[in-house]
């Protein structure tokens, strides 16, 4: 997945259409009324006062970090960071509260909290949109983070202009105050063009606002780096006359559509999936997003939120609050979800990659604490999963067919899929397992090792029922898949009792948009023409969130899917006639 924060679109032009559900809070619920007494008569008087809303009781059960005690919330360090493909890098990556409460205003307000407990550190974050996660990096939006260490209070605040390095962003302010008291109010409040922060009523700095909180929408991260906080107050304000409300996930209100592509693909084939590849954040805040996907697929697979960094940052510690969330979208929608992945030399956290694998003993430790992440993991998504990737792209990545030494290689050795694969249907024996490659959807050594490696595994006692085949199309020159191609290699799996699943499918328009949707076009088609081609999905849902970095590490925008800044594109049409066809 891919975006940058100067194209993202901003919330503050999405306003609520009418009918939408939504919350407004006033101070205790009431306007107050005074009455004015002249003589023996008496004329009613409204006297408005400040908006306020009690964040604290909101909904925060899909942060990771983030739990009730009592009346307060405790919130925990994660330790969650986002790794580059090398292993490398660890960008931090805080939660945020995406699929809870987040807040709209129109005019000024103030955010105020009081933090108790501090072992070491504690930041309230609030975000102009939420941040886009990438594969490989975050993408930090305009907005401010209080950090307090002890006395020193940290401001930095984000303009949202483009960073030169997205993994090492820089902000656009970045300063150390001294605050008298660490457990007194402390208070966020925009006031006009100036947003000041005050702690027990003193203002220990003034900002110019600029652009950092233009959008009208507010979303609140509460975090820790190394240790943990009390939080005993949450509030937010706003001045008589200024609207103030809370909000929920704009996914809430998005509706199946009766003409959408998955309801045309069960009209010609019953029980076969569109599906695409999707994101917590756009789904929480982009209505467009939200609308396209939950209109038109009936399959999810987590972009990220599945992979071993985002479920346990930190040996034996679960953050599993977003994946869940996503999880809870689909059943409430009827959309089945393809679980990604398990065993992956990317994507994995630093604990996990470091595991000691020297001698016998190490290995044996280490094997153990792979076994009990599969077996957590699993257990806890027991029954809600369709399908699942147990191994993740286990060759080379010069699309050669040997295996990766990763870290499961360097543990259980060659086999280490036989051992995933048993794990796995030990924790739930109906969820149906894959293994997923890149660059072996036409026929050659790439596709023939890994025919080989789904087999043997099962002649060892795995379980595997199919593959997944990736379908990138980053070159029409060099990626693309004809019709009788992708025919014979259908034929080759269904002939070897294996499924398939086309399961990262996106192609560049670099060839104009017309080649695009017609090589769209095709795989789909040629995938509904086989009953071994069992769904169908892609790697995204809108080029908004499509971004990559070069080989410069500058930030660049993908266009390969089938919504580009909230319209279909052509592709998207192709994908429409081919289901009619």
């Known amino acids: 997945m891919r975006t940058a924060p100067d194209d993202r679109p901003r919330s503050g032009s999405r306003r609520r259409p ?236 998005a509706d199946r559509s009766p003409d959408g592509l998955q309801a045309l693909a069960a009209r010609v084939r019953p029980g076969f999936r569109i599906g695409a590849a999707v994101a917590l954040g756009p789904l929480a805040a982009d209505r467009q997003y939200a609308r396209h996907f939950v209109g038109n697929f009936g399959a999810l697979t987590p972009e990220n939120a599945m992979k071993p960094q985002a479920l346990a940052p930190r040996q034996g510690v679960y953050t599993f609050e977003e994946a869940d969330a996503l999880l809870d979208l689909a059943a409430s929608e009827d959309i089945s979800v393809h679980g990604h992945t398990i065993a992956f030399t990317e994507a994995m956290p630093r604990w996990m990659r470091d595991l000691p694998t020297d001698s016998a003993e190490d290995r044996r430790a280490s094997a153990d604490a792979l076994l009990d992440y599969v077996r957590t993991v699993v257990t806890h998504f027991r029954g809600r999963l369709d399908s699942l990737d147990v191994v993740n792209e286990p060759f080379d990545v010069d699309q050669g067919t040997d295996l990766q030494e990763n870290v499961w290689y360097r543990v259980f050795g060659a086999s280490y899929p036989v051992v995933v694969s048993k794990a796995v249907h030990d924790a739930d024996p109906d969820v149906r397992q894959f293994i997923n490659e890149n660059g072996a959807d036409v026929p050659g050594p790439r596709q023939d090792a890994l025919r080989r490696l789904a087999l043997d595994t099962n002649a060892q006692g795995g379980y595997i029922a199919g593959v997944g085949l990736q379908a990138h199309v980053y070159d029409l020159d060099t990626d693309a898949v004809s019709a009788d191609d992708l025919k014979t290699t259908l034929e080759r799996f269904d002939e070897a009792g294996l499924l398939v699943r086309i399961s990262e499918n996106d192609v560049t328009d670099s060839e ?61 049409d192709a994908l429409r006639e081919a289901l009619a066809d």
Do not use: K, M
Not at 67 to 92: C, F, K, S, Y
Not at 523 to 536: F, G, K, M, N, V
């Open 18 to 253: 009418a009918g939408q559900r939504s919350r407004s809070w006033s101070a205790g619920g009431l306007v107050a009324v005074a009455l004015l007494l002249t003589g023996c008569s008496t004329t009613p008087q409204p006297v408005e006062r400040d908006t306020v809303v009690d964040l604290l009781h909101q909904d925060w059960q899909h942060v990771p970090g983030i739990a009730p005690d009592g009346d307060a919330l405790r919130v925990t360090q994660t330790g969650r960071r986002i790794v580059e493909q090398d292993g490398g890098g660890g960008q931090p990556d805080p939660p945020v509260n995406l699929f809870g409460t987040h807040l709209s205003a129109d005019g000024d307000f103030s955010l105020t909290t009081t933090l108790r407990d501090v072992t070491a550190d504690a930041t309230l974050a609030v975000y102009d949109s939420p941040p886009i996660i990438a594969d490989e990096f975050r993408i930090e939006p305009a907005g401010i983070h209080l950090t307090l260490r002890g006395d020193d209070l940290e401001v930095v605040v984000f303009d949202g202009s483009p960073q030169r390095d997205v993994a090492h962003p820089r902000p656009a302010r970045d300063e150390h105050v001294r605050v008298d008291d660490p457990e007194a109010e402390l208070t966020v409040q925009r006031s006009g063009d100036d947003l000041a922060v005050t702690s027990g009523g003193d203002t220990l700095t003034t900002l110019p606002l600029g652009d950092a909180f233009d959008s009208g929408e507010f979303w609140l991260g509460l975090s820790s780096d190394e240790g943990s906080f009390t939080v005993s107050s949450l509030t937010a304000a706003a001045p008589a006359g200024d609207s103030l409300a809370v909000e929920g996930p704009v996914a809430a209100d």
């Open 512 to 572: 104009g948009q017309d080649a695009q949707a017609e090589q769209y076009a095709t795989i789909l088609a040629t995938c509904l023409r086989s009953e071994a081609c069992i769904s169908y999905t892609t790697w995204g849902v809108d080029d908004r969130y499509d971004w990559f970095t070069d080989e410069d590490g500058r930030l660049q925008q993908g266009h390969d899917l089938l919504f580009d800044d909230g319209g279909p594109t052509p592709a998207y």
